[in-house]
């Protein structure tokens, strides 16, 4: 017999201070973010994101667009 479990974790991106998140470590999640295969600091954790659209808070993580 088999039992399947799932386990959620569920980041509100407002749990920490603004910051790069390449590498970054929190609630046993980890996010390594790269532009053209180099480890990048553009995308941030508790950055604002385009204001409301579907499944996206407020609060998120964004890439430092040009």
Do not use: W
């Not at 959620?8 to 973010?33: I, R």
């Not at 790269?34 to 941030?44: C, I, P, Q």
């Amino acid at each position: 017999m088999s039992t399947n479990s799932t386990n959620t974790t569920v980041l509100t991106f407002d749990e920490l201070p603004f910051q790069p998140v390449d590498d970054l470590s929190f609630m046993g999640v980890t996010f390594d973010f790269k532009v053209g295969g180099v480890d990048s600091t553009d995308a941030n954790y508790g950055s604002f994101g385009p204001g409301s659209i579907a499944f996206v808070h407020r609060v998120s993580a964004r890439k430092n667009c040009p």
